[in-house]
């Protein structure tokens, strides 16, 4: 009688298939990262272009002020060109009154982000020279 011995050097097709599930789940892993990455530098990247798009605003309505209320009741700001997605700033009051000279006046200025979804709001003071 022979004893025939099996040889087990080869992987069988279940190992092969539980190797290629882990792989694929690393694989994924890394995919999804990427990808949360990428959107999450898109969102800090439109954040500091909104934040210096408020701040222009804000240094515009400034000087319009220190420009026109010196010899008029009204100030007229420019509107300038925005980057591409940006909505046009919301400006409250949007009035353009000048401030009183005994006091000062609260300009909130709400600017819509590239998404839709999200706003930033700077609000400044005015004061007449």
């Keep these: 009688m022979h004893d025939h011995q099996r040889?087990?050097?080869g992987e069988t097709?279940?190992?092969i298939i539980v190797a290629i599930v882990i792989m694929s789940?690393?694989?994924s892993a890394y995919f999804f990262?990427?990808?949360t990455s990428s959107h999450s530098s898109k969102a800090q990247r439109d954040l500091v272009t909104a934040d210096g798009i408020l701040r222009h605003y804000a240094e515009t309505l400034h000087a319009a002020v220190q420009k026109d209320c010196a010899g008029s009741a009204t100030?007229?700001?420019t509107p300038t060109?925005?980057?591409t997605?940006?909505?046009p700033p919301m400006i409250t009051p949007s009035s353009q009154n000048c401030p009183p000279a005994t006091?000062?006046?609260a300009v909130t200025i709400d600017l819509t982000l590239p998404n839709g979804t999200t706003h930033k709001r700077l609000t400044t003071e005015l004061r007449s020279p």
Excluded: N, R, W
């Design 7 to 9: 040889d087990d050097a």
């Design 13 to 15: 097709l279940v190992e």
């Design 25 to 27: 789940f690393v694989v």
């Design 33 to 35: 990262t990427y990808i």
């Design 75 to 77: 100030y007229t700001t």
């Design 81 to 83: 060109s925005l980057p």
């Design 85 to 87: 997605g940006f909505s």
């Design 103 to 105: 006091s000062v006046q």
